[in-house]
């Protein structure tokens, strides 16, 4: 398709691998975007600073959506503007996830916060956010301004029982579960349909002139803002249903596909 300047892709579901790896393949794929003049922009739920090898890496020039928009960086990860939480809200939300025996994890400021720091799911996150928990005795007095909020379990009945009533409970956060061992809650605003917006805006483009790429149920938001959207392999039917095109899975390269076969063949960067 012609006209697209930017494409707005999810970071663990599209760009890298199951594992989180970066293939050469699409290493090389974001390279001839940029040949094509064509700019990536990334989108995650992992907190900036998971994302400060990746950005370095790919050189990312755009502004940078993390915790699934509700901050907004600039690639040098300084904040351009974020969507905390209403306190009152975060205690409701926090008292549901206990209730259903969740752990709870607190994202604010620079800080993760939990509650105890030697469980494996811990570790797995401290790996990928690339810092170290901060160990809290209790909740209150010390959450403010949350920007997002994990209930993590392996209990995957009290999980989806915890998901349920605070998808019922209020309109001042939103909930999800976009991996089964999780609840992530944020704000309302923090989506990414808000995300291609707002990138639209400061990039001086129109939603034409983005494409979009993504496999979570949210993603459908910001498939509906952009000029051509995609969907990746291993995506729900859905979701699927919702873009223009379908790529392969991301354990099959689909993210390099996919710009190889509907961004660079029509924009002269194909080969």
């Known amino acids: 398709m012609t006209g697209i300047r ?71 990860l300084s904040v351009i503007e974020q969507h905390p939480m209403d306190n009152g809200a975060a205690a409701v939300v926090i008292a549901t996830l206990e209730r259903h025996g969740a752990a709870v994890w607190v994202y604010q400021g620079d800080d993760w916060l939990v509650r105890r720091a030697g469980t494996p799911h811990v570790a797995r996150e401290q790996a990928v956010a690339q810092c170290v928990p901060k160990v809290v005795e209790r909740w209150e007095g010390v959450v403010d301004s949350a920007v997002k909020i994990v209930g993590v379990s392996d209990d995957a009945e009290g999980l989806e029982r915890g998901e349920s009533d605070l998808q019922g409970a209020c309109a001042f956060f939103s909930a999800s579960r976009p991996v089964p061992h999780c609840i992530e809650v944020v704000h309302p605003r923090a989506n990414s349909g808000e995300v291609a917006r707002t990138l639209s805006a400061r990039l001086g483009l129109s939603g034409a002139a983005m494409a979009t790429i993504g496999e979570l149920p949210d993603h459908v938001l910001m498939f509906r803002e952009s000029g051509l959207s995609i969907a990746m392999g291993q995506a729900r039917a859905v979701v699927q249903r919702q873009a223009h095109f379908i790529t392969l899975s991301n354990a099959d390269e689909g993210f390099a596909h996919a710009v190889e076969t509907w961004l660079l063949a029509t924009s002269g960067g194909g080969q």
Do not use: C, N, W, Y
């Open 6 to 76: 930017v494409l707005l892709a999810d970071v663990d579901g599209a760009l890298l691998t199951p594992d989180g790896v970066l293939t050469p393949r699409a290493e090389q794929a974001v390279s001839r975007l940029r040949d094509a003049g064509i700019d990536l922009a990334l989108m995650s739920r992992r907190s900036p600073r998971g994302l400060r090898v990746l950005l370095g890496r790919l050189g990312i020039a755009t502004p940078v959506a993390a915790f699934g928009g509700a901050v907004l960086v600039r690639p040098d």
